[in-house]
């Protein structure tokens, strides 16, 4: 069982920054994949980025790259085992429900093949 709790959503204006934390606890194999989903009122939850939970292979939304780092912190800088979203040159258009997720069957994209989430974390983009 994997328990994730997402942190650092806010109320940012346009071109700012936010950091989002996922500290993740559990059984964690290297193999995992820690994804950040994000989803607004009536549309269906949508990809951010992903990243092995070793800290290999980020993988980026067409709609973030650029903009958006996924890391995993060193676990002798951070014990916590967090996965960190760094979010840059923030748009309007980035504003929802923030959420973290674990998968142990190794997806990148699809939300249906994530095992575990977060409660999420707003972030409200103002223009």
């Known amino acids: 069982q994997v328990q994730l709790v997402e942190s650092g959503g806010g109320l940012v204006q346009a071109g700012g920054s936010l950091r989002l934390s996922c500290a993740a606890s559990?059984?964690?194999?290297?193999?995992?994949?820690m994804g950040w989903f994000r989803q607004v009122p009536g549309k269906e939850r949508e990809f951010v980025a992903a990243?092995?939970?070793?800290?290999?292979?980020?993988?980026?939304?067409?709609s973030v790259k650029g903009r958006f780092t996924i890391s995993r912190d060193n676990p002798r800088d951070n014990p916590k085992n967090t996965v960190t979203l760094q979010m840059n040159s923030l748009k309007p258009e980035d504003t929802a429900v923030y959420y973290c997720?674990?998968?142990?069957?190794?997806?990148?994209?699809?939300?249906?093949?994530?095992?575990?989430w977060g409660q999420g974390t707003q972030v409200t983009v103002s223009s």
């Open positions: 990243i092995r939970w070793n800290g290999d292979s980020p993988s980026y939304a067409d």
């Open positions: 997720a674990a998968s142990y069957r190794g997806s990148w994209r699809n939300t249906d093949s994530y095992d575990w």
């Open positions: 559990g059984r964690i194999f290297s193999s995992y994949v």
